[in-house]
């Protein structure tokens, strides 16, 4: 089992960013009219350009992180994708709607090996990319998202301090919630039932 499946199956702990349930009635979207979002192209797990705009027509989950995250990157994108697996189940045709991206702010360590692996370890749909820092820097600034390299330890290792919010987006590319990764997959999955119809 890779080291991804064992954090993504071991993670118990969420680094606190209070996002706080829906409770907006269906019909009027919690970030409803919020300038979050917009077109970006970034380098795929694959090696290949991908657009924001390649997704077009379909909904979009979109979190920031990085593959070597020790605990809340894997946290937060277990329960998000456990959450949308158990959509899946409940309604195919809904959940096959829904594209899953990573958005990786490590650039120089998550190489498409790398970032495959950690995708992988969560949903078979789910997209990694990254790209140079002026594109992070934008995409970022673009998703109301931050992300800056912590303190390098004497073996040379880092950290990266970033949001963990996953943000759900319609087929128009308009932002909708944040999911509630924060209070387990089914409270994701039942989020995912309030918008993506």
Same mark, same amino acid.
């Given at each position: ?11 118990? +702990?969420?680094?606190?960013?209070? *996002? ?26 694959? #090696? *290949? ?27 937060? /994108?277990?329960?998000? =994708? ?8 409940? /309604?195919?045709?809904?959940?096959? *709607?829904? *594209?899953?991206? +990573? ?14 692996? +950690? ?9 990694? =990319?990254?790209?140079?820092? @002026? ?7 673009? +998703? ?5 390299? #912590? @303190? ?8 990266? /301090?970033?949001? /963990? ?7 128009? #590319?308009?932002?909708?919630? =944040?999911?509630?990764?924060?209070? #387990? ?13």
């Amino acid at each position: 089992m890779s080291r991804f499946a064992l954090l993504a199956a071991a993670s118990l +702990f969420l680094a606190s960013c209070s *996002q706080e349930p829906a409770t907006t009635a269906p019909g009027e979207p919690p970030l409803a009219g919020a300038a979050i979002g917009g077109d970006f192209t970034l380098t795929s797990e694959a #090696g *290949q350009p991908v657009s924001w705009s390649d997704f077009d027509g379909q909904y979009r989950t979109i979190y920031f992180g990085f593959a070597y995250c020790p605990d809340v990157c894997p946290t937060d /994108n277990q329960r998000a =994708m456990a959450g949308l697996k158990k959509f899946e189940e409940a /309604n195919p045709e809904l959940g096959a *709607q829904v *594209q899953p991206l +990573f958005v990786s702010v490590d650039p120089e360590r998550d190489t498409p090996e790398v970032l495959t692996e +950690f995708t992988d370890a969560f949903h078979p749909r789910l997209i990694g =990319m990254t790209g140079t820092r @002026e594109q992070l820097d934008g995409v970022t600034r673009a +998703f109301a998202a931050f992300y800056s390299r #912590g @303190e390098e330890s004497e073996s040379g290792g880092y950290l990266m /301090n970033h949001s /963990n919010i996953t943000y759900l987006f319609g087929p128009d #590319g308009e932002p909708l919630a =944040m999911l509630p990764t924060d209070e #387990g997959p089914d409270a994701v999955a039942a989020e995912l039932a309030k918008w993506v119809r």
